[in-house]
């Protein structure tokens, strides 16, 4: 089965520098990879995906990340972050064999400080 | 183009007692799953509906249990809550199971 591990629970960090959230996901067989932002009291809003092609991912809000399958991790970078990305970020896999059924990481929390 | 929807936003009931939690799809969109998120985790998988079947189930209790209507609108279905039931319920939508799960604001639900 599918499992999703972000390394970080909480990432504070200072308004205009940059940021990166790691993820790990145990199984590489056709996977399909995507981060989520969940702001306070809200449903889930998708940032980026990747199914297949380009290793890097351009997202909304400028955040990219790369899908590295030696390292079966999928990193989500930004260069510069603002004070409203605050919020949580969850990193999800699924695949054809699983149904496309996601499986989450456990979030990482974002802090962004003026 | 409509988004996901879901009610009620808020929900409390107490131990014992059943509810009733309602999605509408995004349009075009034929197949729903709904995840639990407890606090302070991410959302687990509790099960899909594709075209009013269901199409895959996670590690919940049969107490759990949906139903997805002609119009791809769903229900999930809780029967004798449990305290450990409280958590935020997702519910996300996509065309034909395919990749992209797209998410409803959620249902926060309380079990006293």
């Known amino acids: 089965a599918q499992s999703v591990t972000q390394l970080d629970s909480q990432v504070p960090v200072f308004e205009e520098a940059p940021v990166e959230l790691r993820c790990n996901y145990s199984?590489?067989?056709?996977?399909?990879l995507f981060w989520y932002v969940q702001y306070p009291n809200q449903g889930l809003q998708l940032l980026l995906k990747y199914l297949s092609g380009s290793t890097l991912v351009k997202g909304i809000n400028g955040f990219e990340a790369e899908f590295n399958k030696s390292q079966t991790s999928f990193h989500l970078r930004k260069p510069s972050v603002h004070i409203s990305d605050t919020a949580e970020y969850f990193c999800?896999?699924?695949?054809?064999?699983?149904?496309?059924?996601?499986?989450f990481g456990g979030g990482t929390r974002v802090l962004v400080k003026p | 183009e409509t988004g996901v929807t879901q009610s009620p936003t808020h929900l409390i009931k107490t131990r014992g007692q059943q509810v009733t939690l309602r999605c509408s799809s995004q349009s075009g969109h034929n197949t729903v799953s709904w995840y639990q998120q407890a606090l302070g985790q991410g959302p687990q998988f509790i099960f899909q509906y594709y075209r009013e079947e269901e199409n895959g189930r996670g590690n919940f209790p049969p107490r759990f249990s949906g139903l997805q209507f002609p119009n791809y609108s769903s229900e999930l279905n809780v029967n004798a809550l449990e305290l450990d039931d409280s958590a935020l319920y997702l519910c996300a939508s996509s065309r034909d199971g395919t990749d992209t799960q797209y998410f409803g604001p959620g249902t926060r639900l309380t079990v006293l």
């Open positions: 199984s590489s067989v056709s996977v399909y």
């Open positions: 999800a896999a699924t695949s054809k064999a699983a149904g496309n059924k996601l499986t």
